[in-house]
Nanobody, 130 residues
């Protein structure tokens, strides 16, 4: 079965950095666009970033542009989210998700909604202290 496993969360001071990792097993990673999402307590889930299956296209929500970088290593079945200049408002549970895109090297046009991603991890907590 498909498994999506995140790691790398933790507690960091404002202005600091963290790198999240997400590893997928059970299906061909090369066919998957990968997304990062987050959900803070009392708030709706938010699409943070997406990367196409070959890494040629990346997408970011406005609030993280210039601070977060998504990347992937298809040889390791892993996607990364490098987060810098972290702010307290980045505090949330971060989820990784996979969307099979066999015929397109893009993320879905509605990727940020999350509904096109059938495979999800359990999440990793990121807490940014002020």
């Amino acid at each position: 079965q498909v498994q999506v496993v995140e790691s790398g969360g933790g507690l960091v001071q404002a202005g600091g950095s963290l790198r999240l990792s997400c590893t997928v097993s059970g299906m061909s990673f090369d066919d998957l666009s990968m997304g990062w999402f987050r959900q803070a307590p009392g708030k709706e889930r938010e699409g943070v970033s997406c990367i196409s299956k070959r890494g040629m296209s990346t997408y970011y929500t406005d609030s993280v542009k210039g601070r977060f970088t998504i990347s992937r290593d298809n040889a390791k079945n892993t996607v990364y989210l490098q987060m810098t200049s972290l702010k307290p408002e980045d505090t949330a549970m971060y989820y990784c998700a996979a969307d099979r895109r066999r015929f397109s090297d893009t993320c879905s046009g509605s990727w940020a909604q999350g509904s096109t991603f059938p495979y999800w991890g359990q999440g990793t907590q990121v807490t940014v202290s002020s």
